[in-house]
T-cell receptor, first 115, second 112 residues
Framework: SAVISQKPSRDICQRGTSLTIQCQVDSQVTMMFWYRQQPGQSLTLIATANQGSEATYESGFVIDKFPISRPNLTFSTLTVSIMSPEDSSIYLC????????????FGPGTRLTVL | GEDVEQSLFLSVREGDSSVINCTYTDSSSTYLYWYKQEPGAGLQLLTYIFSNMDMKQDQRLTVLLNKKDKHLSLRIADTQTGDSAIYFCAESRISNTGKLIFGQGTTLQVKP
């Protein structure tokens, strides 16, 4: 399985600021995703990070609020823009490897608190 | 709809078997997964099953799939206190490269 790291692991931010979360994988992967887990809730897909092109967003999520980059096959960033307390969540990246039998593996998550 | 449903809480005694249940709605689901989340941690993939299988066993874990009833279960044999966590079931509908739909998670409490 792929080894996935995220930075930062946690942060406390002020309302109105923006935070960029990084996701690094130790091998090339075909697909990368960003999920949100609100407090006490399950996971919801934000978007699919596409290498070299714009991310594909799920209903309820927009690029202006959650800009995503994926410059290569091992790295992606998610920015949470102009944050409010409602953005307090765990943000997780996940990957699918390069073989058809691979499944989705998740990073350790970034725990974000917005004051 | 896109519902994946799980019971929210299960309590067992150490050494007993735990059975966590999940129901899903879409018959086109291709892969079904079980993830474990310990407090303050990310998601750990425990096991998964292809939709054309009925059962999969991996050490203490047994997954049963009833496609007719759209019911998935995870059995943990000889449950240990280290198994205490939240268990999420998830389904994938576009091969194994697509969006995962997660259940609400079942909190497993193991009493010594």
């Amino acid at each position: 399985s792929a080894v996935i790291s995220q930075k930062p692991s946690r942060d406390i931010c002020q309302r109105g600021t923006s935070l960029t979360i990084q996701c690094q994988v130790d091998s090339q992967v075909t697909m990368m995703f960003w999920y949100r887990q609100q407090p006490g809730q399950s996971l919801t897909l934000i978007a699919t990070a596409n290498q070299g092109s714009e991310a594909t967003y799920e209903s309820g999520f927009v690029i202006d609020k959650f800009p995503i980059s994926r410059p290569n096959l091992t790295f992606s960033t998610l920015t949470v823009s102009i944050m409010s307390p409602e953005d307090s969540s765990i943000y997780l990246c996940s990957v699918v490897g390069s073989t058809s039998t691979d499944t989705q593996y998740f990073g350790p998550g970034t725990r974000l608190t917005v004051l | 709809g896109e519902d994946v449903e799980q019971s929210l809480f299960l309590s067992v005694r150490e050494g007993d078997s735990s059975v966590i249940n999940c129901t899903y709605t879409d018959s086109s689901s291709t892969y079904l997964y079980w993830y474990k989340q310990e407090p303050g941690a990310g998601l750990q993939l425990l096991t998964y099953i292809f939709s054309n299988m009925d059962m999969k066993q991996d050490q203490r874990l047994t997954v049963l799939l009833n496609k007719k009833d759209k019911h998935l279960s995870l059995r943990i044999a000889d449950t240990q206190t280290g198994d205490s966590a939240i268990y999420f079931c998830a389904e994938s509908r576009i091969s194994n490269t697509g969006k995962l739909i997660f259940g609400q998670g079942t909190t497993l409490q193991v009493k010594p």
